[in-house]
């Protein structure tokens, strides 16, 4: 990635810095296209504010209170999304004072709204299935049923290749962002769609990409979306909040609900925070009743105490 011109920008440019950042994330830390997408996006709202507000784009001059208004000014969207782009921010600036070009990280002190639960909306099994039988294709059966039976990211569906099954179709070898690898163990209802689909590839199902397009070429992340768009009509489930990403929560509560300890939840996901996992465990007070009824009997569940020593006591 450069900058036209890029020789005559001075080292503690913004525009040159933001740059440098974005091609550290993607050749350096093996992020993913859309993650560093994402990056751009943020960093790219902030550059634009320093411009708007005539504040210093020399990034040895930007302080606090400037990443502040910049926050400031994102009141209109919710708090999750000013945590996620001011987090973007103090990414850059924390990465530029590893390379000691600043000294302090302007974005670490900025006040941000309060972190408010997330609204997750998870598929139901009657919706998984009402969508898989709106699939028409191999393809699309396939590529839907490892969503809902792996919990992948949109990126790491898309990231997968031929070589990433086992012999057997038995599980799948993931690589994730921060180039953690985890295998996932897939069910036989997966096992045997993906070998449907892989049997109907003419040919091709020996390597390169998992999932192609009719030209052999690795599928985008606009024709997932599509799919996705086209099944819900298709299923009548268009006025729902599902995304890609319901499918992910939808795997994570039928594990929690089938019991699986929040440890083996944590690794089938790939969080490297055990506490992003735990707001997952939510349960119902039936739940917890149940949990709890199920704790072993300690000797006679109640004691006989004969009614005169009831009254001497009272006395």
Do not use: W
Request: charged share 25%.
């Amino acid at each position: 990635m450069k900058l036209p011109n890029e020789q005559k920008l001075s080292p503690f440019d913004m525009d040159l810095a933001r740059e440098q950042f974005l091609a550290h994330l993607a050749d350096d830390s093996g992020y993913s296209e859309l993650t560093v997408k994402a990056y751009r996006r943020d960093l790219g709202r902030f550059v634009q504010a320093l411009r708007d507000y005539r504040f210093p784009t020399d990034i040895r001059e930007i302080k606090t209170k400037h990443v502040q208004v910049f926050a400031n000014s994102l009141a209109q969207y919710a708090p999750a999304t000013i945590r996620r782009v001011v987090y973007t921010v103090s990414s850059l600036f924390a990465h530029l004072q590893r390379t000691g070009l600043i000294d302090a990280n302007p974005a670490a002190a900025v006040l941000l709204p309060t972190k408010k639960q997330l609204h997750r909306v998870a598929a139901t099994p009657e919706q998984c299935r009402a969508i898989l039988e709106a699939a028409s294709i191999a393809r699309e059966r396939a590529l839907m049923l490892l969503l809902m039976t792996t919990g992948l990211h949109r990126a790491e569906i898309l990231a997968l290749d031929v070589a990433d099954l086992s012999a057997d179709v038995s599980q799948v070898t993931v690589n994730d962002k921060r180039r953690k690898t985890r295998v996932l163990p897939l069910p036989e209802q997966t096992r045997q769609c993906l070998g449907e689909y892989l049997a109907s590839r003419n040919g091709t199902a020996h390597g390169g990409p998992l999932f192609i397009n009719q030209a052999g070429n690795r599928i985008a992340e606009t024709t997932i979306r599509r799919l996705l768009h086209k099944l819900l009509r298709k299923a009548g489930l268009a006025d729902s909040e599902l995304t890609l990403h319901s499918f992910r929560h939808s795997y994570a509560a039928q594990l929690v609900s089938n019991g699986a300890d929040i440890k083996t939840v944590q690794e089938l996901l790939g969080h490297a925070d055990m506490n992003t996992t735990a707001q997952y465990l939510e349960t119902s007070s039936e739940r917890k009743r149940q949990a709890v009824e199920c704790l072993p009997q300690f000797g006679a569940t109640t004691h006989h105490v004969p009614t005169h020593e009831l009254a001497s006591e009272v006395e």
